[in-house]
């Protein structure tokens, strides 16, 4: 039996009319038609739905060799967005992402969290006001992604692991109850890999950390990422990194979390644009800090190289401020304490320098919609 039905190859040729303008603005019909060998009057019909829908638009004219003109196409970046939101101890940053997984707005809040349907409350407001505010349509709206600073459950309704901000079991039901389009949570390295695999599709294997105020993490093969057996993989910010060093968060001593944090740099009270301006400004304390973390960040990166031995990408807040002789002075670093004699330009700086998370958070709902499209 064919199972492949005429409603199928209808399906899958709207997708593709959809795809091929998505990445070649501004095409003629015959263009389409050619490129992907389906017939004239079968490109006018898909076209004339994706127009009725909203999610094209014809581009003024094309000028032909012959004289005439034909209408060209282009996708309408905006007809769906989606939001995704960096949620904080005391701010949120929100983001909206276009089509194309570009920035649309942004904007930063303060909000203090809490585990409670008050804290809800608040940010379903804010992100109401954030959608007024930038004038989204409901039927815009694809889906709103939380990253948060702790392991998530697979299907993205509930906190797993979330002892930075105390919410583990947390679920999305209260927040989600506010809005009619779906909403998940989203572990914030996950969301900072998400972004840096968007920027750079062309990377198939990859240990991505995200060094942020906190150490995050992930392990990328064949261009997916590896969540482990309960999500858990990429987790390297509790991997002893100095036996019996200080306390981390988690309750272990002397995590990587403990030394190749923000935390350790700005201590607690200062933000890290303050630590880096000070340390610009020559700061004594501040440079040292800064050697000692590159030290302790070279280790981790070595014995991680170990494990799999691909790219490491630098990513977070943290990576956007290395100068190229921070980049240099890891790699030599790395190199010293390698077993072999490696090319240490394995060693990278992520491509996604800010927003990371509140990106990665959105770009979810962005993958799906150009996956299903027509279907
Ligand atoms: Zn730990």
């Known amino acids: 039996m064919n199972t492949f039905s005429l409603t199928d190859i209808k399906k899958k040729n709207l997708s593709d009319v959809y ?71 005391k701010k949120i940053y929100v983001t909206s992402l276009n089509l194309y997984g570009k920035k649309e707005a942004k904007e930063r809040y303060s909000l203090h969290f809490g585990d409670d349907g008050l804290y809800f409350d608040e940010l379903q407001k804010l992100v109401k006001e954030f959608l007024q505010k930038h004038r989204y349509r409901e039927e815009q709206l694809l889906g709103i992604g939380l990253g948060i600073q702790g392991l998530t459950s697979p299907d993205g309704t509930r906190v797993t692991y979330g002892k930075i901000l105390g919410c583990t079991g947390m679920s999305i039901e209260q927040f989600a109850g506010y809005f009619s389009v779906p909403c998940i949570f989203i572990h914030d390295a996950e969301c900072a890999s998400n972004s840096e695999l968007w920027e750079n599709p062309q990377i198939s294997d990859a240990i991505y950390l995200s060094l942020g105020q906190h150490l995050g993490g992930a392990v990328i093969l064949n261009g997916e990422l590896q969540n482990g057996l309960t999500g858990k993989s990429g987790t390297f910010e509790h991997m002893t990194l100095i036996p019996d060093g200080p306390e981390c968060y988690c309750g272990k001593r002397g995590c990587a979390e403990c030394y190749c944090s923000g935390n350790f740099l700005t201590g607690s009270g200062m933000e890290l ?79 996604c320098r800010s927003d990371a998370v509140s990106i990665g958070a959105a770009l979810p709902f962005i993958k799906e919609f150009l996956r299903d499209i027509g279907k």
Not at 276 to 302: P, T, V
Not at 324 to 345: G, I, M, P, W
């Open 19 to 89: 795809h091929f303008i998505y990445h070649h603005p501004d095409s003629s019909k015959q263009a389409i038609a050619s490129a992907l060998e389906i017939s004239l009057p079968t490109v006018t019909q898909h076209l004339s739905t994706l127009l009725e829908e909203n999610l094209i638009e014809k581009a003024g004219q094309l000028t032909s060799a012959v004289g005439r003109r034909a209408a060209a196409y282009r996708i309408i970046p905006t007809a769906r967005i989606a939001v995704g939101i960096e949620i904080l101890d």
């Open 273 to 351: 644009e303050e630590f880096f301006e000070k340390k610009e400004q020559g700061d004594h304390a501040c440079r040292k800090k800064w050697g000692e973390y590159l030290h302790y960040l070279s280790m981790l990166i070595n014995n991680l190289h170990m494990v799999i031995e691909n790219t490491v990408i630098l990513g977070g807040n943290i990576a956007s401020y290395f100068a190229e002789e921070d980049l240099a002075a890891v790699r030599a670093d790395v190199l010293q304490r390698s077993t072999f004699q490696d090319d240490v330009s394995y060693i990278i700086q992520g491509k």
